[in-house]
């Protein structure tokens, strides 16, 4: 069974810093690009980040760039995303997501994602 399964998540202060881990399994999701979205009470899901197989290939949302970095472990086959200098507008369900119908690129969005996770919940007090 294919899987995304996100760790990581909590309660945060204002300008700190948390680390959420997606750990795969099921499958290699080696060439498939990945990425973190978020989705916060009565709005949409959007975008946080995403990268490449490799993670030559990076792109962040305006809302956290400088701030968040994603990076991959492939040895491991583990999808992070560090947080930090956080805001309470970061509060949100933070979601792991593979794009496992293609190989090399990138994808941007959610329904070029076919493998999610459940999500994990990020609340960060002002």
């Known amino acids: 069974q294919v899987q995304l399964v996100e760790s990581g998540g909590g309660l945060a202060q204002a300008g700190g810093s948390l680390r959420l881990s997606c750990a795969t399994s099921g499958r290699t999701f080696s060439l498939s690009p990945m990425a973190w979205f978020r989705q916060a009470p009565g709005k949409e899901r959007e975008l946080v980040a995403t990268l490449n197989w490799n993670g030559s290939s990076t792109y962040y949302s305006d809302s956290v760039k400088g701030r968040f970095t994603i990076s991959r472990d492939r040895a491991k086959n583990t999808v992070s995303l560090q947080m930090n200098s956080l805001k309470p507008e970061d509060t949100a369900v933070y979601y792991c997501?593979?794009?496992?119908?293609?190989?090399?690129?990138?994808?941007?969005?959610?329904?070029?994602?076919?493998?999610w996770g459940q999500g994990t919940q990020v609340t960060v007090s002002s």
């Open positions: 997501a593979a794009d496992t119908r293609l190989n090399f690129g990138m994808a941007y969005a959610a329904p070029e994602f076919d493998v």
